[in-house]
């Protein structure tokens, strides 16, 4: 765990960092990064007033946030989902953590009690309509559970780096078989049935092609926009560059090449523009948003 205090002291670029501490007001943040997975605290059910306004700064400098939820935390399950859809911010369910021997009793008791609560938060999470918010580990698993549908089975819940390293490799293999199944019931359930989740699944490959393909074509009809657009340009240089022949014969060659050069520089760059678009167009890229 980090404390915000050391996290500000960080020397160096920090693109993500996860498991950070809020213990008292945040007066500065740190500006730059990309996410920041912050500790949950509880005060009278509700966010940590400190905590929360923290959450609000990091989000209103675009920065990422997940907040990080103890599974013992009584969060209203609901409450704090539709907070997360308003406020923009993720949640992601932390698993038990245990320090030296733990009798097996304590040990089955709170991997029943995670479980239980991942599947509060996965039914509160699946009934929210037009979301953008993740909920961790559970929108790994539905992204998990949409591959089997087409046959694929993939080694692990999700490749995801902060899932890899905040669920599966903390979480035992048996332990997780266990939650999977819990979550899969709740998830069959949510959809109203194992036929209707297979719709579902069906229906995201529909609109992921049908979204590439759009998206090909737009990108088309812009490719033409910028040849007709450099055409009309290369026309009226051609136009300029006789019209300043006709009235001055010692118009110099350098800056006559510079026009050009400068043109060229101009179409060089949109078509730049243009090739990024095309090239961050992916169908997995796209599945992966719907997901979402």
């Known amino acids: 765990m980090v404390n915000h205090e050391?996290?500000?002291?960080?020397?160096?670029?920090?693109?993500?960092?996860?498991?950070?501490?809020?213990?008292?007001?945040?007066i500065e943040i740190r500006h730059g990064m990309y996410e920041i997975g912050i500790r949950s605290k509880i005060d009278q059910g509700s966010v940590d007033l400190d905590l929360f306004d923290a959450m609000i700064s990091y989000i209103s400098s675009n920065t990422k946030v997940i907040l990080e939820v103890d599974f013992k935390h009584d969060f209203v399950a609901t409450d704090l989902v539709i907070e997360a859809q308003s406020t923009e911010y993720d949640i992601s369910i932390l698993p038990p953590e245990f320090t030296g021997e733990v009798p097996p009793e304590e040990w089955e008791e709170a991997w029943k009690l995670y479980s239980d609560k991942l599947c509060q938060y996965a039914r509160a999470w699946l009934r929210q309509t037009n979301t953008s918010q993740q909920l961790y580990p559970v929108a790994g698993y539905v992204g998990y559970m949409v591959s089997e549908v087409f046959g694929h089975k993939p080694k692990t819940i999700s490749e995801d780096p902060y899932i890899k390293s905040r669920f599966v490799d903390p979480i035992p293999l048996d332990i997780m078989d266990k939650i999977k199944d819990d979550l899969r019931i709740v998830i069959f359930e949510e959809f109203g049935g194992q036929d209707e989740f297979v719709i579902y699944a069906n229906s995201l490959a529909i609109t992921s092609a049908e979204y590439y393909a759009d998206t090909v074509k737009q990108i088309e009809q812009e490719k033409e926009l910028l040849k007709s657009k450099e055409d009309a340009e290369n026309a009226e240089n051609a136009e300029l560059k006789m019209s300043e022949a006709d009235s001055n014969l010692d118009l110099n060659a350098p800056e006559a090449e510079e026009t050009v050069h400068d043109n060229s520089s101009g179409a060089q760059q949109d078509e730049s523009i243009l090739s990024k678009k095309k090239s961050g167009f992916s169908l997995k890229k796209i599945l992966k948003m719907i997901l979402k």
Do not use: A, F, M, P
């Open 6 to 26: 050391e996290l500000l002291g960080l020397i160096g670029n920090i693109n993500s960092i996860y498991d950070v501490d809020i213990t008292k007001e945040v």
